[in-house]
């Protein structure tokens, strides 16, 4: 599901591979493996994520179907 999620989250932001690499300081190769499901990040990692895309970690996770993060 984290693969899925991502690939959409992204895409619906209307953000490339290469931008999301950028704002998390690692390789385009990298983003390209999470959204294939090869590979899946570090939770310092994943919490940027579900920051830079505006989500709960639970949602992108699929822990949960609820996108909105509580604060």
């Known amino acids: 599901i984290f693969s899925l999620r ?3 989250l992204r895409f619906e ?8 690499a950028k ?3 690692i390789s385009v190769r990298t983003i390209i493996r999470y959204e294939n ?5 570090d939770i310092e990692t994943a919490c940027l994520l579900a920051k830079i895309l505006n989500v709960s970690l639970d949602y992108l996770c699929g822990l949960s179907d609820n996108p909105h993060r509580f604060e």
């Not at 932001?13 to 999301?20: A, D, I, N, P």
């Not at 499901?37 to 990040?41: A, F, L, Q």
């Open 37 to 41: 499901g090869d590979r899946v990040p």
């Open 6 to 8: 991502l690939h959409a």
């Open 13 to 20: 932001r209307k953000l490339s591979q290469s931008e999301l």
């Open 23 to 25: 704002m998390l300081d």
